[in-house]
């Protein structure tokens, strides 16, 4: 699910937004990927491929297993956040980029995780790998793989409830729901 905030107009006839200060910006608003299952098959690269100047997602509470890649964002893509999320059975939790941000995740990889570049957060994730004493740990935690079992609950803890109840929501979700 890609929920964009609803832009007003900043002018007659105008799209845009207006920022925090109340002045017309020419800045996108970040979109939301979140609450999905996606299975990356077929020789998939990653399950969100944000690369070609695709900038401003926030991706949290997804459940991605068995794509190539976790965050992707070549060739120009920014300003990236991807928590929450959990990535099941990838060759790489991440890429590098810019403005990209990647915390609180879960990562059962077989390689492990690049610390990033300069101007990146990394931190505070779960790192999964066959051996963890082979694998850096970039500000995260490295561990053992998981059981299917254990996998499976954690993939459920971050998908549900869905789809989100009136009760359960924000005022705010609530307007971004798509």
Known sequence: MICEKSQPAI???LPGHVDAAGKPSIVPRFREIRKNFMIGVYQSQEDID???GSSYYQTHHNYFPMGKGGLKSDFGGQWHHCWN???AYVLVCMGQGPSLAYYNNTCVTYRGLDCGVEGMIVQD???LVKDPTK????NSTVGPYP???ALTQLAKQT???YPMSARTQTNSER???V
């Open 11 to 13: 002018g007659p006839g």
């Open 50 to 52: 944000t690369d070609d």
């Open 85 to 87: 999320n959990v990535y």
């Open 125 to 127: 994730n779960d790192i």
């Open 135 to 138: 694998v850096k740990p970039c």
């Open 147 to 149: 059981t299917d079992e």
């Open 159 to 161: 998908l549900l409830p």
């Open 175 to 177: 307007s971004h729901t």
